[in-house]
């Protein structure tokens, strides 16, 4: 059955250290997405990817990355890690012009 | 004022009552919407999806879309306790695919 997988489910960095949370999708969906989750924020799109070499920011860019080398993979990347980026992180993925999302199940990340 | 509201909650009720979950909205371009569930310590999963007005009924589940008053609710009927959940809303319109998300209702059903 495809998915979307995401690894690792839990991380513990310090303040400073640049961290990359991986995002693989068997889908073959053209759409990828990464959210942050927050007590009494709900889901803020961080960057997004509408197909291979394409990338965009999104509400809460500041402080991360993303590249995309092929369909399946969106490593997110946090080039120099803070306190205020532990929370909860999401990838999704849609299909072209579909605008349901499908989501993985989470990277807890926490900076210390 | 934000694009999409939702009550926070949490909600909590007694199992086989009905369950209204509500969302309101701005954005007269917004088309496509849908509910999401999301258990706690799990990713969001998509319950219901409606384009357009109207109403939508998937099982115990029943989602109706009001755009002239910009407002969105998902009914859910015999309530059980596996329902209790986070509810988030989500929509979007226009050419980009990107889903403009509700904060999330935490539904409690009590045995």
């Known amino acids: 059955d495809a998915e979307i997988t995401q690894s690792p489910r839990h991380k513990i960095t310090e303040t400073g250290r640049q961290v990359t949370l991986a995002c693989h999708q068997t889908w073959n969906h053209n759409n990828m997405f990464w959210y942050r989750q927050d007590l009494g924020h709900g889901l803020r799109l961080i960057h997004y990817s509408y197909g291979v070499q394409d990338t965009n920011k999104g509400e809460v860019s500041d402080g991360y990355s993303v590249s995309r080398s092929n369909t399946e993979d969106l490593p997110l990347t946090l080039e120099s890690a803070a306190s205020s980026q532990t929370s909860v992180y999401f990838c999704?993925?849609?299909?072209?012009?579909?605008?349901?999302?499908?989501f993985g199940p989470g990277t807890r990340l926490t900076v210390t | 004022q934000k694009e999409v509201e939702q009550d926070p909650g949490p909600l909590s009720v007694p199992e086989g009552a009905i369950v209204s979950l509500n969302c309101t909205y701005s954005?007269?371009?917004?088309?496509?919407f849908m509910w999401y569930r999301q258990y706690s310590r799990k990713g969001p999963e998509l319950l219901m999806y409606t384009y357009s007005s109207g109403n939508k009924e998937d099982g115990r589940f029943t989602a109706q879309v009001d755009k002239s008053s910009k407002y969105i609710s998902l009914f859910i009927r015999d309530s059980q306790p596996s329902d209790s959940a986070t509810y988030l809303c989500a929509m979007s319109g226009g050419g980009n695919y990107q889903l403009i998300w509700g904060a999330g209702t935490k539904l409690i059903i009590k045995p």
């Open positions: 999704a993925s849609s299909e072209g012009r579909v605008r349901e999302q499908y």
């Open positions: 954005n007269s371009a917004f088309q496509y």
